[in-house]
């Protein structure tokens, strides 16, 4: 399968209005428009029933001692993990794009609790759950979309990975408010086909990308 966006090339930058946040001179970072980035997807085979998205970032730090601390950066050569931002599934299979902002088009202190997409779709928890897990301000369910904010001191530029999978089930067998880890037991032997697209982002000052 083949997929494509109109919001950014292929390895290149998300832009800003697609992040969770963006760079500030004066306070590292600041909140951003948190639009969820147009994709289009081509080449789904005979019997595809549904659609599954999801988006993640790979290159999460594994240990937080040094993230987001003045003076201090996260070294390139720290293992990392994954940060899931997205998880969707149901999605129709006369679907074959998500427009931009169509399903995330803000920050949403402590999450979205019914975030929008197409008719019949279900949208899982994001790591911004466990995230932000104690914060007065922010702690909640995120569920949908939530964009890129990875440290603003780590050296290593992150890279998110949208991935499309074309499956024969009508229904995804994951319960309300699922998981990675649920979704990838639900789509154990029914994936028919999948592609994907990557796009890299820093909110690192010392760190330009084009």
Known sequence: MKVVSRSFRANGRI????????????????LSQN???HLAWSGAPPGTRSFVITCIDADA??????VNQEGRQVPVDLPRAEFVHW???????????IAEGSCSNAVTARGKAQPPGPPGARQGLNDYTGWFK???????????YDG??????DARVHHYRF??????LDRCEVGEAFTLADLRKALDGHVLAQGGLTGRYSLNPSIKLR
Do not use: Q
């Open 15 to 30: 832009p800003g209005r697609c992040a969770f946040a963006v760079k500030s001179p004066t306070t590292h970072v600041r």
């Open 35 to 37: 639009r969820n980035p």
């Open 134 to 144: 104690g914060d007065p301000d922010m702690d909640g369910r995120y569920l949908g």
């Open 61 to 66: 730090p594994t240990r937080p001692d040094d």
């Open 163 to 168: 991935e499309v999978y074309a499956t024969d």
């Open 87 to 97: 998880l969707m599934v149901d999605v129709p299979a006369h679907v074959t794009e």
């Open 148 to 153: 890129p904010c990875p440290p603003w001191n």
